[in-house]
């Protein structure tokens, strides 16, 4: 199983990246999948997660509003689209993928597969 993250970079405050990981070895579609991200100096967070029928979906109150997560089971591929971006956004970003029976997995633990991470710097 392999989960390829890709996307990430530096943009400037207020301004957006999308985010792709691309998912190989695994039945796509049977998984729920996240992103994470750890912000320099502090613990890995949950960001969003999608269930395996595309709802429903979650987010961290800290991005509410302005970051979507998507997917494509057709290209075994999750997405995050950023928006409005912040400096505390900046961090690595993690995505992952769960056979957890329940819609909505939030812990870290729940996780099987885990991609390389992918940096995103927001500058102010």
């Known amino acids: 199983v392999q989960l390829q993250a890709s996307g990430g970079g530096l943009v400037r405050a207020g301004g957006s990246l999308r985010l792709s990981c691309a998912a190989s070895?695994?039945?796509?579609?049977?998984?729920?999948m996240g992103w994470f991200r750890r912000a320099p100096g502090q613990e890995r967070e949950t960001v969003a997660t999608?269930?395996?029928?595309?709802?429903?979906?979650w987010y961290a109150d800290s991005v509410k509003g302005r970051f979507t997560i998507s997917r494509d089971d057709g290209k075994s591929t999750v997405y995050l689209q950023m928006n409005s971006l912040k400096p505390e956004d900046t961090g690595v970003y993690y995505c992952?993928?769960?056979?957890?029976?329940?819609?909505?997995?939030?812990?870290?633990?729940?996780?099987?597969?885990w991609g390389q991470g992918t940096q995103v710097t927001v500058s102010s």
């Open positions: 992952a993928a769960s056979l957890d029976d329940r819609a909505v997995v939030t812990s870290e633990r729940a996780y099987d597969y």
């Open positions: 999608i269930s395996w029928s595309g709802k429903p979906r």
């Open positions: 070895g695994l039945t796509f579609s049977r998984y729920i």
